[in-house]
């Protein structure tokens, strides 16, 4: 892989290489949680008006969003040679849109997707971290998005307004 490629990937799995410092600190500190998941969600909060709100739309851009976050993660992978690294974000950016997506973009939604996101992507319930064993880019994003979708499903059923 070109040097200019392997820039771009690590650009977009790290959020622009914001994980960076913050990973470096909290190894420094042997903290356990790093937050850097955070900023891979807020980098989700941000992109939210590229979903659309009609349906099939909707279903082809989150298609193309995990597929290439499943792409991007690999590909950081093999470059860290760290499995699932703290610095790789971007499965936080595509399970935040997992979360809100078909969902009202209002603040009280975006809100509440954030915080249960954030929730169930550091406690990890419900088995989610057994989609974390699946090979490559799939084990880094499909926990994420998976905690995203259950997420939506759960602001479907809430009477939000």
């Not at 971007?90 to 997707?113: N, Q, R």
């Not at 550091?122 to 926990?143: H, I, Q, S």
């Amino acid at each position: 892989m070109k040097a200019a490629q392997r820039w771009i990937v690590l650009a977009l799995a790290s959020c622009g290489f914001l994980t960076y410092g913050i990973v470096a600190n909290a190894r420094k500190r042997q903290w356990r949680y790093t937050g850097a998941g955070l900023i891979g969600t807020i980098a989700g909060l941000f992109s939210v008006n590229l979903l659309p709100s009609a349906l099939g739309p909707c279903l082809i851009v989150m298609t193309g969003v995990l597929f290439l976050s499943v792409s991007i993660s690999d590909a950081a992978e093999s470059i860290m040679a760290t499995k699932d690294d703290q610095r790789i974000v971007i499965d936080e950016w595509a399970g935040y849109l997992a979360s809100i997506a078909m969902l009202p973009k209002t603040p009280v939604y975006l809100g509440s997707a954030f915080v249960l996101f954030r929730l169930i992507d550091t406690t990890k319930p419900a088995g989610l971290n057994a989609f974390a064993r699946l090979p490559g880019g799939w084990g880094v994003v499909m926990d994420d998005f998976v905690g995203g979708l259950i997420v939506n499903a759960v602001l479907h059923v809430l009477p939000l307004h």
